[in-house]
């Protein structure tokens, strides 16, 4: 898919303002490297995100707006390249990374990853040098009515950097809040049908402990390299933090956030957030460490 999608940037760049624009406004964000217990957190001001971290996800205001996923409503400059029968890839005009596309299913059908997980892991190993990622539609996804997967490029991509030490050379992990600031379970493996059916083993259990359906709160994320897969799921207990209804940090995290790029699209964010307030913030929409535990012990016992 790299010759495609590097001519689609190049055309869409050129004739689509919005897309110049975003790529323009990625070139000049600022990034804060900070140390969080022993792991890094690149924090990223990127103004253009501020539709994205506050956009409205209820489903009177779904509802309201015409969806801007849908091929019918996209800008007349905007095309995209097709990955198969069902997923089309965009330029994303609001990028977090570089080369931030949005892989969007044809129809107009809501936001679920069941029976998408195994899709899933396809696009990751059709963009190796890429993470994809899945927001579920009560945790990130700005646009819930509308399947879809975001994916960016890897250069940045800090939770990479700590998996070795955090998997420990197995092929599934749990690891808690305690350890690394956030609940994730972390797969690993070369066989994407099993790896897809533990990963969707995952999902049901946090399903069934958190009463939650017909999906749980959740994020995902996924990249491929050396003929295997990484994936992380993250297993979440609410949408967005005190601080942000508060007004004292907008911030909303969701898959990138969790991997360690927290987006801050306002300038006093972006200077007074500390670490412990993203220590904190994590630690108040990961999912609680008992839930957690619980979950983590049945899928280590079957692995």
Known sequence: MKPQLDELFARQAARWPLLAQGIEG??????????????DVLVRHI???????????DRESVLKRPCFLCAANLPPEEEGVQFDRDFTIYCNPFPI?????????????????????GRMLELAAALPDCFVVYNGPECGASAPDHMHFQAGARALFPIGNDTERLLLGRSFRAVGAAEYGRNVFLFRGRDRSALADRMDRAIELLARATGRRPEPMINIAAYYESGEWTAYLFARSKHR?????????????AAIDFCGILVVPLARDFESITADAI??????VTLPGQQFQEIAGKLEREC
């Open 26 to 39: 990625l070139a000049r964000a600022a990034t804060r490297t900070m140390r969080v217990g022993w792991f």
């Open 47 to 57: 103004p253009h995100r501020v539709v994205s971290t506050t956009a409205a996800v």
């Open 97 to 117: 990374v570089e080369r931030h596309v949005t892989i969007v299913h044809r129809e107009h059908t809501a936001q679920s990853i069941a029976h998408r997980v």
């Open 241 to 253: 933090p005190a601080v942000f209804y508060s007004g004292q940090l907008t911030v909303s995290p």
């Open 279 to 284: 220590a904190a913030i994590f630690r108040e």
